[in-house]
């Protein structure tokens, strides 16, 4: 297992950034519902989750 060397002491969370809002969010990202496969912030994910709901 091949580590890199750098802030090894950092938990590994690469800050990620919502193509929705723009905003710069760390952790799981939410799979949009719009196409099943953009990343976007958890914000946005229970947003989408909502609209879909209301839609309906
Ligand atoms: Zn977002």
């Given at each position: 297992?091949?580590?890199?060397?750098?802030?090894?002491?950092?938990?590994?969370q690469?800050?990620?950034?919502?193509?929705?809002?723009?905003?710069?969010?760390?952790?799981?990202?939410?799979?949009?519902?719009?196409?099943n496969?953009?990343?976007?912030?958890?914000?946005?994910?229970?947003?989408?989750?909502?609209?879909?709901y209301?839609?309906?």
């Amino acid at each position: 297992m091949g580590k890199l060397s750098t802030d090894s002491l950092k938990p590994v969370q690469k800050p990620r950034k919502c193509p929705k809002c723009g905003k710069i969010y760390y952790g799981y990202p939410a799979l949009s519902r719009e196409d099943n496969k953009t990343e976007v912030c958890p914000v946005c994910g229970i947003e989408e989750a909502l609209l879909a709901y209301l839609r309906q």
